[in-house]
């Protein structure tokens, strides 16, 4: 290895709260269950703990790579180089103080699963995110990725940022000065958001329960939420969709080893067992050149591809 002392070494003396793995297999945090082993992977527990790993990472040149709940990330056969940091332990959803009888603002962490702040605004009254219903991930992931679904995405509800930078220093970063734009922060790769804060707006917690369930059944229609995917392999091009282009190109259900073109929604490749990293960027490819062919647009990747292929 490349640095001057072990990575065991390197951690085991860290002040750290969290749990820490070494050799952690990626297939195990990812909805695909695809990826080899992280160097090391850790779970720190309050932001002290993330800024020392985060220190530590630094001056020993670690490559750091932070990860949601993985259901938008390819991860490499090869493993990750480095530490992988998850802030699954940071799952605090309060109530801000700027709440008024039409508003509400919610403090969410940036662990917190997506369908429990769904839930969390649903029982409390607040209106906003009942589109978003369906959509795995945690909610740093999702502001992350700018997750959306049925016209709303993470950035109309989004107020302001708490977030680390690698030197372990902290800003908040409110929504004016953050640029969004479709599935995407625009947010530089080496600040971890810890939280936000998002608006909401009051309303009958069954009204809200109505639509949540509503949005949930249109998408469980044509989206394979059942089966190990990623989501979206490809961004839909401007003007039009990639998984119409993709099923228009003949590829549903084409497959490479052990993954396959959903049948349901083509532009969701499954894991139908023990597929790998390879077979999926294969099937990539595969698909990006009959698309090519077909409709002359040039496909390019959602998912996000981490560590060695
Ligand atoms: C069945 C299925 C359906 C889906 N439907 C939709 C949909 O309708 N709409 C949609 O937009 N997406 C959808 N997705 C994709 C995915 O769920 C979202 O993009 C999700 O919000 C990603 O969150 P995550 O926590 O899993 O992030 P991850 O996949 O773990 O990470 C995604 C990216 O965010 C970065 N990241 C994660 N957490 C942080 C953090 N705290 N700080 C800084 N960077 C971070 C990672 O480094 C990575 O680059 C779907 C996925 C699946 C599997």
Redesign the pocket.
Known sequence: MKYCMTIREIFDKLSFRGEIRYDEPLSAHT?LRIGGPAEIMLFPEDPVSLKYALLAAGRENVPV?????????LAGDGGIEGVVIS?KAFRSIEFTREADEQKAVLFAG?GVP?SGLLNFAQKNGCSGMEALAG????F???V??N???FGTELKDLLVSLAVMNMKGELSILKKDELKFSY?SSNLPAD???LSGNIALTKDNPDAISGRMKEFLRR?KET?P?GEP????VFRNPEGDAAGRLIEAAGCKGMRTGEVEVSMLHANYFINKGAATCRDFVALMEKVKEKVGQHSGVVLEPEI?IIGKI
């Open positions: 909805s790579q932070v990860i949601g709940a993985g259901t938008n990330v802030l940036a997506l959509i795995p991930g945690y740093g992931g999702a992350y990725m997750a959306g679904s599935r600040l971890v958001i998408k989206q939420l995917s990623a989501g979206c996000k």
